[in-house]
């Protein structure tokens, strides 16, 4: 029997005229022949298909153009009669002699050597009787193969097309074994569809981007709606509709102030508006304290002066500013970080601090510093602002098993839209011992395929030898520069990648300033991975810190030893 590639073709309906044929040739041929369906080749624009294209070693080759049906020829015109009716097509001979041309010209283009070996090009009618003496102009009977021969004695159907190949087959040479399997290493070239990881990551974070951009619509729902607040948890595209609302009304004339708490977000948003193009900027992107700064109030010491005296100040010197100056629209993002006083020192830079727009987009499950749950705003400008509960709800940038892994921390019921993705992994180790083991992990990660670029090791506790000598060393401009452009490896704490992400994540848990944060450190580590997770830590301790039922969080996630840790 003859070797068949594909081994198993797919005949879809309407082909059952080529299943048939190949199992007959299969029966007929010898081992050393081959049959290959369904052969695409393009060359010099001209584009075919060959139905079958035969390799018999010791012989030659053979292309086949099959017809189901009951075909004949009336006045030089070819029909077919099948289930669709009868109904004219293109002269089989021509399409086999043009697709087996196509075909030559391809390979001789390809290679130094011309094709010499014989090459047939027959027409195979498996359900039509052909008289043995109708041989029209230009087309021997022996190259027509008809219903007779195909369904007859197997040897005799070998034998009828050895002989179209050898009597009519163009070249002078018998087909050598090592030059057919030359042919076969060209016309079929395997391609591995085993992805890595990292390029399984690829798809994941498209399809994320794409469910992302559909939260779009609770802008369009809102539209009218003064006084917001958007509430969702990690990767529900809070900051995406932040920056699109600001988007919106920038366009719209008005200006916009955008504003956060952590540096390191600012900087992304600013990145983010540098994108805009041919439109107006926000007024102001970036830090609350940074923009308290740019207005003069003097920069000071000690987080009580942050977080109480430079507010006051701003509020101040917004009162005062001219009105061109002030805002039409204020939207914070991570707005839970926002203290009431620093929303007052906002209010006092709208235009109008009763009117104004207000959009707030916040995780109160990410409240950290426990400053703002959510309650009226403006009571010391004498009207409290109540802002419009919107949810956003679903999980559209962490995968379903990255979701699980945070879930059980979480008071809500989040659900991924984002597909299964990868297995969040575990590495169970001392918490002295785990910034070491971190270490490992990301050497692991590089030697499966993942790109330094797409990769952040975050901290819960001291930072990272890396993180002190990028921050320490040089300025905090400079080391979220890094960052941002992608240089390598990020190293950080959780704190302070709060509304960011990167396509890895590797959460090294080497302890907790403070017990009664822990649970939320762990939910912003453990959602700030886009595709694969990786844990590493003292599964007792995580335990002692937030309790059984929320470390169950880490239930999920698969035992895993870093090979260079083996």
């Given amino acids: 029997m003859a070797r068949s590639i594909p081994e198993d073709p797919a005949f879809t309906d309407g082909h059952e005229a080529e299943k048939y044929v190949w199992e007959q040739l299969l029966a007929a041929l010898p081992d050393s022949a081959t049959v290959l369906h369904s052969v695409p080749v393009r060359h010099c624009g001209a584009e075919a298909e060959l139905d079958f294209l035969v390799l018999w070693p010791g012989v030659g080759l053979a292309a086949l153009e099959v017809k189901g049906g009951q075909v004949g020829v009336e006045g030089g015109r070819w029909y077919q009669s099948d289930r669709k009716g009868k109904h004219p097509i293109q002269s089989p001979a021509t399409q086999v002699q043009s697709a087996g041309h196509t075909f030559l010209d391809w390979w001789n283009a390809q290679n130094s050597h011309r094709l010499s070996s014989r090459f ?34 197997p040897a005799a159907l070998a034998g009828d097309l050895r002989r179209a190949i050898e009597s009519e087959g163009a070249g002078h040479t018998s087909l050598a074994e090592e030059y057919a399997e030359r042919i076969l290493a060209r016309v079929v070239q395997d391609l591995s569809g085993d992805a890595t990881d990292a390029d399984a990551a690829l798809e994941i974070e498209h399809v994320q981007d794409s469910l992302t951009e559909r939260q779009r619509i609770l802008l369009s729902a809102t539209r009218d709606l003064k006084r917001v607040r958007f509430v969702g948890g990690a990767g529900s595209g809070k900051t995406y509709l932040a920056l699109a609302r600001a988007q919106e009304l920038a366009k719209s004339g008005l200006r916009v102030g955008i504003f956060c708490y952590n540096i390191g977000l600012g900087g992304y948003l600013k990145e983010r508006v540098g994108q805009w193009k041919r439109q107006q900027p926000p007024a102001y992107v970036g830090g609350f304290h940074d923009f308290a700064l740019s207005l003069g109030v003097p920069a000071g010491d000690g987080q009580e002066y942050y977080d109480v005296e430079m507010p006051r100040q701003l509020r101040e010197i917004g009162e005062s500013l001219p009105a061109e100056q002030k805002f039409d629209a204020v939207i914070v993002d991570e707005a839970q970080d926002f203290a009431p006083s620093w929303w007052e020192a906002l209010l006092a830079c709208l235009k109008d601090p009763a009117e104004g727009r207000i959009f707030a987009f916040m995780d109160t499950q990410q409240d950290v510093y426990q400053r703002w749950d959510g309650e009226p705003l403006g009571a010391s400008f004498g009207r409290e602002l109540e802002l419009v509960k919107i949810h956003v709800d679903g999980n559209m940038r962490n995968t379903r098993r990255i979701v699980d892994t945070f879930k059980p921390l979480i008071d809500a019921d989040v659900t991924s839209q984002a597909g299964q993705g990868l297995p969040v992994r575990f590495v169970q180790c001392a918490s002295e011992d785990a910034v070491d083991r971190a270490d490992d992990v990301i050497e692991a990660l590089f030697e499966d395929g993942w790109d330094s670029r797409q990769m952040a090791l975050l901290t819960t506790r001291h930072r990272h030898p890396v993180h002190f000598e990028h921050h320490d060393g040089g300025t905090i401009t400079e080391y979220w520069d890094d960052f941002r452009e992608g240089t390598g490896v990020f190293y950080g704490h959780v704190l302070g990648f709060k509304g960011l992400e990167r ?14 944060r822990a649970a939320e450190k762990l939910y912003v580590g453990l959602s700030r991975a886009r595709s694969l997770l990786i844990v590493v830590g003292d599964r007792q301790m995580i335990e002692d810190a937030v309790g059984p039922q929320k470390a169950a969080a880490l239930d999920a996630a698969r035992a895993w030893t870093p090979a260079s840790t083996a």
């Fill in 120 to 153: 047939a090009h027959v027409v195979v009618l498996p359900y039509t009787r052909v008289p043995a003496d109708w041989e029209p102009a230009g087309l021997p009977r022996c190259l027509v193969l008809d219903q007779g021969q195909v369904e007859g004695d």
């Fill in 503 to 516: 396509s890895v994540v590797v959460l090294c848990i080497n302890g907790f300033r403070d017990d009664g």
